[in-house]
């Protein structure tokens, strides 16, 4: 069997037409195929209730690069490009108001909220969802704006994402 190894391949005029990179990575004319995607699902079992907190989880279902903290609860981008992500809670019961954020910072440090959403009476469920895109090492989260991200041992609240391209 032969092995033929290259990081590039051009047409004749040049053009770089597709590239490997050290992780077997190929990108096609601008369009990324992934032998290993960045994806993650977590989720937490107990309620955050101070404005401003981290919602920090403290279950992970899937996390395939390893970029979830559980002491800071925030996503490192291992790779620039597009990332969706979306988050869905409940309010806790009887809340009048449960306002939550998807933030990240990017790299000249500045931080964006992005989401806002609202619900009241009993447990509303509610979600929320960005693409954003992100530079190596630039960091995403979720945040509790005011009010209460409800969890109990249904794990009722979760956090996914996935990096596109």
């Given amino acids: 069997m032969s092995k033929v190894y290259v990081n590039s391949i051009h047409n004749k005029a040049g053009t770089q037409a597709m590239s490997i990179d050290g992780s077997g990575n190929i990108d096609v004319k601008g369009h990324l195929t992934q032998t290993n995607p960045i994806c993650w699902e977590t989720s937490r079992n107990s309620t955050v209730s101070?404005?401003?907190?981290i919602w920090i989880p403290n279950n992970i279902e899937i996390d395939t690069h390893s970029a979830i903290s559980t002491s800071t609860g925030k996503f490192t981008a291992p790779v620039a490009g597009y990332y969706y992500t979306q988050f869905t809670w409940l309010s806790n019961s009887n809340a009048e108001l449960s306002d939550?954020?998807?933030?990240?910072?990017?790299?000249?440090?500045?931080?964006?909220?992005?989401?806002?959403?609202?619900?009241?009476?009993?447990h509303i469920s509610m979600s929320g969802h960005r693409i954003m895109y992100l530079d190596v090492g630039d960091e995403l989260w979720i945040e509790n704006g005011n009010g209460v991200i409800y969890?109990?041992?249904?794990?009722?609240?979760?956090?996914?994402g996935h990096f596109i391209g």
Avoid: L
């Fill in 50 to 53: 101070t404005d401003g907190a």
């Fill in 100 to 122: 939550v954020y998807i933030k990240w910072t990017n790299s000249t440090g500045s931080t964006m909220k992005r989401i806002r959403s609202q619900g009241h009476s009993n």
């Fill in 151 to 160: 969890g109990d041992a249904n794990w009722w609240t979760s956090w996914s």
